[in-house]
């Protein structure tokens, strides 16, 4: 598989999203910098894309098949939404682009699409946002990267 694919896939799982990709990339698949930077926003976005447009069909699916995982998935939701939702009422699309950018567990491409459904934020407002806080994710995550290296 190509050093390039690699990085890509890698962007693109939910636990270590670029925040491992990029470390990855550059340190073992000895990939340039700005190579591995590219390849891993662009799977690290295309995860927060497909997960903002499939988990509203896909919850519902299964909640479906599965009666008592609405209970449990409405609870869940409840709690996240009174959490966060002074954050994203007073800060709206800045509180989503800050929440995919700051590289740490928990946060990323993938908890930021699953928190835009929950705050039902429109998809053509999603990825855009999505990809803003990956571009600042994978510029920081490169930087500490590079620093390791010098």
Known sequence: MPRELAVFLMSMLPVTELRASIPIGILKYDLAPMSTFIWSVLGNTLLGALTALLITPVTKLIIEKISFL???????????????????????????????????????????????????????KTVPLIFLGCLISGIIVTFMTLGFTL
């Open 70 to 124: 609405d209970k449990i998935w409405q609870k869940y939701i409840g709690r996240l939404h009174d959490k966060h939702k002074e954050k994203f009422e007073k800060w709206q699309a800045w509180a989503l682009v800050s929440f995919v950018a700051i590289p740490l567990p928990m946060t990323g491409a993938f908890s930021g699409a699953v928190a835009a459904s929950i705050f039902k934020i429109e998809i053509k």
